[in-house]
């Protein structure tokens, strides 16, 4: 998440210097090691507000610059990892300081697996977060989960780089 | 949506004919590598001003359906001695003969004094010098693709024994946009790709789509407001309902044979499994209850079983269980991780996609499990069904995308069960989860 924040940083200050073509953006963020594609993904999402240096509280933008907005899991996996748990952990500190905030847990994944197995395991992937943070306290009524299956990649391409980008949960403020 | 014969009468244009069983004239349809029997295809002779240019089209459609089965092959016109308007009065058999022709097929077609057309046609057995069925068709005029499917089926079921296909349609989903934004909609079209159309809008995400087998309604999924559930639409009335409260996602679902119950997954705080909903009564059976993901499910054609997909043993497998749910056991034990699996309409065999050393397979198996065969493999490939009768499978391929989401391209194939390189089926774009139509009524 460190890597992506850095990239994003570096997307911000290719845009405040009003020189960046998506092409430049692209391969900045590959020095900064996401891919081009990510980062030209990441920039058009965050144009709007990564001139700004404050987010309005308990918004997503807030809760993507300040925590990180997604999980991500292995193959055929939804426990977890370590990594994982710091993210979602501070999801729930968010949640326990924002206690009118609602969040929706996207569950994806990968395209290696068919559609009807995938979206079973997106719901997978999402309650398994629901669960984490109800069990740090966060009350179950403010999390629902949807599962998009395989099919909202975010990072396209057939190569496990991409791969390991789709399978994930991501927070969304509702 | 209607797509109404009007009139269809099978006559019986001389007496004493062979039944499909007597006929002598027949090839296997259980070696997929055989030659295809050379038969020639006369073009329909018009008897009428309006049905002028219609004969051509007529066969010309009709020997496109048998040529896509690969158990036939069409000789070329211009070797034909005797002329086709000869013929359709009384074939010279040595004429035929000489030109390698197994079978010959001739027809007509006129109009009736109210606007319809009558399509006659034969079929004969060149060898035995003998017409082995003839029958006339009376329709609409723009029914006419709907009446080579007729023939063709015809044609089939008499030289293979085996029951047609090709009138039949197929729902699928077609997608558009952004390869991360999708855009897919349902859309219908014949068997052969003609009379395509679209039955939704593209503003919901739609997935897997499965034909009713008893009415002219297909369940499918949407995410309509949002909430990914499974729906019941009718082609006919444009009707389209979900299946009911049910807390959670729904997916994966599947008409019974006899189209009164459906099969389903509900994921219920993250774990999914099968129930069985009965469409009359409206009452839901839980079919599983594991905490592994079970999903997939087909009935058997006598509905006694259920196969299903399930990770209940480490990794997705494919399992059989009783239609009450108990006594599941695993069937699939080839290696690699196992799918998508549907029961034949025949019984015989179960189609699955298989996932192995990176690659996607379309394969059949027997429903115990034995005499593993693929059929195909490719990058990406999955969601196979079935023809009605069993002896073809449709499925769709998606090709490899790069970084910038080029590629990734998805369309529809067609394989014989029995074996032979899958042929692609034409579709305006990408193309995938074809489910394929009972014959129609």
């Not at chain 2, 109404?4 to 002598?24: E, K, T």
């Not at chain 2, 049905?51 to 020997?63: C, E, K, P, Y």
């Not at chain 2, 003609?194 to 995410?223: C, D, K, W």
């Not at chain 2, 999903?295 to 480490?314: A, I, L």
Request: with cysteine; aromatic share 8%; net charge neutral.
């Amino acid at each position: 998440m460190k890597l992506k924040n850095l990239a994003i940083i570096g997307i911000a200050l290719l845009m405040s210097a009003c020189a960046a073509t998506n092409d430049q953006a692209a391969s900045s963020g590959s020095a900064s090691g996401a891919s081009g594609d990510s980062a030209k993904s990441q920039m058009s999402r965050d144009v709007s507000t990564s001139s700004s240096s404050a987010y309005a509280p308990g918004s997503q933008e807030e809760l993507q610059e300040s925590i990180g907005d997604r999980v991500f899991f292995d193959t055929d996996r939804y426990d977890l990892s370590a990594e994982a748990q710091a993210i979602a952990g501070s999801w729930a500190d968010w949640m326990k300081k924002h206690q009118n905030v609602q969040i929706e847990i996207e569950g994806h994944a990968d395209e290696r697996g068919t559609r009807e197995y995938n979206l079973a395991l997106g719901a997978r992937r999402a309650n398994a977060v629901k669960d984490f943070l109800t069990s740090l306290g966060v009350q179950a009524n403010r999390v629902s989960t949807v599962s998009y299956g395989t099919e909202r990649p975010e990072a396209l391409g057939s190569n496990e780089e991409a791969w390991s980008k789709n399978r994930r949960s991501v927070a969304v403020v509702r | 949506m209607k797509r109404i014969l009007q009139i269809l009468i099978p006559l019986v244009l001389m007496l004493n004919m062979a039944s499909p069983a007597q006929s002598q004239l027949r090839i296997s349809v259980e070696d997929g590598l055989r030659e295809p029997l050379p038969i020639a295809f006369a073009p329909f002779i018009a008897k009428s001003g309006s049905s002028a240019g219609m004969g051509q089209n007529l066969a010309d459609v009709a020997i496109a359906d048998l040529e896509s089965s690969r158990l036939f092959r069409a000789i070329d016109p211009t070797a034909f001695i005797q002329t086709p308007a000869a013929a359709a009065i009384a074939p010279r058999f040595s004429d035929w003969r000489q030109i390698n022709a197994q079978a010959l097929i001739t027809g007509t077609v006129g109009g009736e004094p109210d606007g319809r057309i009558r399509v006659e046609f034969r079929l004969w057995d060149v060898l035995g010098e003998s017409q082995l069925v003839g029958q006339a068709y009376v329709t609409q005029k723009e029914n006419w693709r709907r009446v080579s499917h007729l023939v063709a089926d015809t044609i089939y079921k008499w030289l293979t024994g085996e029951k047609g296909y090709f009138d039949t349609r197929v729902v699928y989903v077609a997608e558009s946009g952004a390869a991360d934004r999708k855009i897919k909609r349902l859309a219908i079209m014949d068997q052969d790709g003609a009379n395509h159309s679209y039955l939704t809008s593209g503003r919901n995400l739609v997935l897997t789509p499965r034909f009713s087998p008893s009415r002219q309604e297909i369940t499918y999924m949407s995410y309509a407001g949002r909430r990914p559930r499974v729906r019941i639409l009718n082609v006919d009335t444009n009707q389209d309902e979900t299946l009911g409260p049910i807390d959670g996602m729904t997916f994966a679902p599947r008409f019974s044979p006899d189209g009164e119950k459906l099969l389903f997954s509900a994921e219920q705080r993250g774990n999914s499994d099968v129930f069985v909903l009965d469409l009359r009564s409206r009452k839901r059976v839980r079919l599983t209850n594991h905490p592994a993901i079970d999903t997939s499910p087909s009935f058997s054609p006598n509905q006694r079983e259920v196969v299903f997909n399930s990770d209940r043993g480490g990794s997705p497998q494919l399992y059989v269980m009783a239609s009450d749910g108990t006594n599941a056991r695993r069937i699939s034990f080839g290696g690699g991780r196992y799918a998508t699996p549907v029961w034949s309409p025949r019984g015989d065999l179960i189609a699955f996609t298989k996932i192995e050393g990176g690659r996607f397979g379309i394969g059949v198996m027997r429903s115990d499990g034995s005499n593993e065969r693929m059929l195909s493999q490719s990058y990406f490939e999955e969601s196979p069904t079935w023809a009605p009768n069993g002896r073809v499978i449709m499925f769709f391929r998606r090709t490899p995308t790069d970084r910038q989401g080029r590629g990734g391209k998805s369309r529809l194939f067609i394989v014989d069960v029995a074996g032979g390189e899958p042929r692609e089926i034409k579709t305006p774009g990408d193309a995938s989860d074809p489910a394929w139509s009972p014959l129609s009524p």
